[in-house]
């Protein structure tokens, strides 16, 4: 029971993963080149427009990179997760003898 609500936060955890890696690259992308359009119409220069969007595609890879470091740090390797459920298994096996 209890690997089965772990399996279910770790698919949660994934999606929301998922999710955020989205909007960590749109909005900043969309934002900035809207705000790139916007300079490009005011001034007349098309140059407002193509560093706009270059700004938001660094930053939603900064965004995106952020969120993912952030999420792998949080995540037990292989081996962790093999030691701990050995370690688990052995005490369960001490408190059914005892």
Request: net charge positive.
């Amino acid at each position: 029971m209890r690997d089965k609500r772990k399996d279910n936060k770790q698919v949660a955890n994934s999606l929301v993963m998922v999710l955020q890696f989205g909007i960590n690259a749109i909005v900043p992308i969309i934002l900035c080149t809207l705000i790139g359009t916007w300079l490009t119409d005011r001034f007349g220069s098309k140059w407002f427009a193509i560093v706009g969007i270059l700004i938001g595609i660094v930053a939603a890879f900064n965004g995106a990179y952020r969120s993912v470091r952030g999420y792998l740090k949080n995540q037990e390797t292989p081996g962790q997760r093999a030691r701990r459920l050995e370690e688990e298994e052995r005490n369960e096996a001490q408190s059914k003898d005892d």
